[in-house]
């Protein structure tokens, strides 16, 4: 966000789409309450499932994706404007 002489505030600006409608963050595990401190996991999963709308065909329907290909596209939040989808 900029303030009126142009300057970085720092300050996020949700109303602003003039980069990305849509993005990704992350945040400390001490902020969720009742998480497992350390959280820890065994294993990765063997499959992970992607629900996608996309009418441009960037992201198809069905996908075999690398690790490195499933990390791009869930960072990257690509969104496809479709009819009812704009909201929520």
Known sequence: YADEKGEGTREVDYEDVSVTENTRCAYPLQYIPNAQIP??????PTNIVMLTCDAFGVLPPVSRLTPEQAMYHFI???TAKVAGTEMG
């Open 39 to 44: 959280a820890t996991v065994k294993s990765h």
């Open 76 to 78: 990257a939040g690509y």
